[in-house]
Structures are given as structure tokens and as C-alpha cells.
């Protein structure tokens, strides 16, 4: 207890907050929307890997349930509203022609859960990579807009696809940088970062700021070819 000026006793502060105090996501089911493209197929597997109950979505179930048997580790298939009806969690990782509609069509299934967008609005020409920028300022925020009843974050935007489906590689040593409005939600997307051996999920400001992380992917695919690498991130002094 402190005093105040009127002599009065004040509750002490509560400490801060551990920023690395993070919750158990062990237990809850991901699913993956896009499950069967490159980024999308190489989350699914890197999480099932380790230890996450995972369904990956296409609009073809079929499709679904053959990568997800090609996947092994507990993985299945089911098509996109199937796959976000079962999830407590549902990435994106949907291309970016066809996010809009994806999310406008299973606006009912994500309702009530977390969202988590990995899409990168990109344009590709003679001299490469380049970031687009939609309405809405970001992919993340134009997922905010039309799911008006789900928890959006933003997050896994910089990982190597190739990296990640690669079965003799342990672990991805890169930082997933999150983003969103509430920070119960953002923490739950850190631990489900921090399940796959290597990575650290850390907050990186809310959705407003989701453009530029968004957009630096154009920067690393115009690093991994001119060095024939599959560059990710780290954040130092954290």
C-alpha cells in the first residue's frame, strides 16, 4: 500500500505483465484455410508435427483430404466451411485473388473464432515483387472488415514455404511478428507460434500496422533470389 495526499492508503501497482507469459495452445484444433497451397500445406504440417490437432480447408474436400493424407502426423481434410466450423482457430493462407471471397463466404462458419491472416497482397512484373495495397490498408484489415463477428490477428507472413514442407529440417529459426487488437488473442497466436521448434511469435502492433509487415515480404523474395536463400526474420534485443 501507498500513501496519498489526502492520507489516504492506494492498492501498489500489480506487476507488469511478463511479455513471454504465454498461454497453453496444446489443445486447441487449427485450421487452415488454403490448406493445400504451399504456405498453407507447410503451416499444417509444421504445427501437426508438433503436436496440434490440425484440419487443413480447400473449396474441394477432396483435395483437402489427399494433402492432409500426404501430410500425415494427424492431419485431415475437409472442405473450407468444414474446416472453419471444427477449428478454435482458423489461419488464412488463401492466394490473394480469392481472399476477399473466401472470407465474405464463410463469414457464419468464422464467427466467434480467431482468425489468423497470413496473406500478403503481392503484384509480380519484369523487375519482381511488389506490394499492393487494398481499400482496407491490409489483408488482415480487409479480413477485419468482413468478418465483423471473429477475432482477427495477423501473423506467419514471412515464412519459407519451402522451409517449412521440408522434412529434414528440426526446426525454422525465424520470428512470426503477430498483430492485432486484443492481447489475449495476440499472446494465443505467439504460443501457437512458439509450438513449432525455432520460430518465437512477438507482438508487433495492431492492424492498422499490418501493411508493411505485409508488404516486406516483396523485400524477401527479391533477397532469395538474388542469394538463392529462403530468408525469414529475426528481432534482436528481445
Not at 19 to 31: F, H, K, T
Not at 153 to 172: C, G, K, M, N, R
Not at 202 to 225: C, K, T, Y
Amino acid at each position: 500500500m501507498t500513501s496519498t495526499d489526502s492520507g489516504q492508503t492506494a492498492p501498489a501497482k500489480a506487476p507488469a505483465k511478463d511479455p513471454w507469459d504465454l498461454p497453453d495452445v496444446s489443445e486447441l484444433v487449427v485450421g487452415v484455410l488454403g490448406g493445400t497451397g504451399p504456405q498453407g500445406k507447410g503451416l499444417a504440417y509444421r504445427l501437426a508435427r508438433a503436436g496440434q490437432k490440425v484440419i487443413i480447408g480447400s473449396r474441394v474436400a477432396d483435395r483437402a483430404r489427399a494433402a492432409a493424407e500426404e501430410l500425415g502426423h494427424g492431419v485431415e481434410g475437409a472442405d473450407n466451411a468444414e474446416t472453419a466450423r471444427r477449428s478454435d482457430l482458423v489461419i488464412v493462407a488463401v492466394p490473394w485473388d480469392g481472399h476477399g471471397k473466401t472470407l465474405e463466404a464463410l463469414r457464419e462458419e468464422l464467427a466467434g473464432k480467431l482468425v489468423v491472416d497470413c496473406v500478403n497482397p503481392l503484384g509480380f512484373d519484369k523487375s519482381g515483387a511488389y506490394a499492393l495495397k487494398p481499400e482496407e490498408g491490409s489483408a488482415a484489415e480487409q479480413a477485419a472488415a468482413l468478418l465483423p463477428d471473429s477475432r482477427v490477428t495477423a501473423a506467419f507472413h514471412h515464412l519459407s514455404a519451402v522451409l517449412l514442407q521440408d522434412p529434414e529440417i528440426e526446426q525454422i529459426d525465424t520470428d512470426v511478428m503477430v498483430l492485432g487488437e486484443v492481447r489475449a488473442d495476440v499472446e494465443i497466436v505467439q504460443a501457437l507460434a512458439g509450438r513449432i521448434p525455432g520460430m518465437r511469435g512477438i507482438f508487433a502492433g495492431r492492424l492498422r500496422n499490418a501493411h508493411q509487415v505485409e508488404s516486406l515480404v516483396a523485400n524477401l523474395i527479391s533477397v532469395n533470389r538474388r542469394y538463392k536463400a529462403h530468408a525469414g526474420l529475426r528481432l534482436t534485443d528481445v
